[in-house]
């Protein structure tokens, strides 16, 4: 049985590896295993690989659908993609399976990572590349989207709560924020 469940892991993953290098036109710049965020024999297989795009990189978690629904994976937009912009993606995708908690737009959480973070907290929307908007795949009979990953401060998460998502996003489209995150340049609104 068990050998069964894995086959039926592995065909999802390269079903979803062959998509992702369909619509990001190639193999990822680097993965980031789920061994790297954890214990090599953690039950919670979420990878994070990094694909280039014209003037950043996407983050895209692999794995993360497995076991919701909706089904999602998570994707954000940075400058470089390093370490711990996939840590932090790995984290809220992380977080979710381990709690059991399923994402769909507009969800937004606190992360246990990092600590002492200006972003301890995401909100999650449609991605803004309408190509990863528009993108469907079929993962064990379901759709599956991405959903877009935006860091926010404790300021902008408290917003959100007591006013809702369309007046954070009226906010940050006022000021111009821009959708790749970049931790050392990204402003906090206040």
């Known amino acids: 049985m068990l050998a069964s469940i894995v086959r039926e892991h592995d065909l999802q993953t390269t079903v979803r590896l062959a998509s992702y290098a369909d619509l990001f036109g190639g193999e990822p710049l680097l993965t980031f295993p789920y061994s790297d965020f954890g214990s ?4 919670i297989r979420v990878e994070v690989l990094v694909y280039p795009l014209l003037d950043c990189v996407a983050l895209v978690t692999n794995g993360f659908s497995a076991g919701g629904r909706p089904r999602r994976e998570l994707i954000q937009y940075c400058k470089h993609g390093r370490r ?7 984290a809220a995708a992380y977080d979710c399976v381990e709690v059991g908690r399923w994402l769909d737009f507009g969800s937004a959480i606190s992360l246990p990572y990092p600590s002492g973070s200006a972003w301890p907290h995401t909100v999650f929307l449609p991605p803004p590349v309408q190509a990863h908007s528009d993108f469907e795949i079929t993962v064990d009979g379901d759709p599956m989207k991405f959903l877009w990953h935006v860091p926010l401060s404790s300021s902008e998460f408290d917003y959100q709560y007591d006013h809702g998502i369309p007046a954070l996003l009226r906010g940050m489209s006022s ?3 821009p959708w790749v995150f970049d931790e050392a340049t990204r402003p906090v609104l206040r």
């Open 40 to 43: 090599p024999d953690d039950d």
């Open 84 to 90: 711990a912009d996939a840590h932090r993606l790995h």
């Open 175 to 177: 000021v111009g924020l």
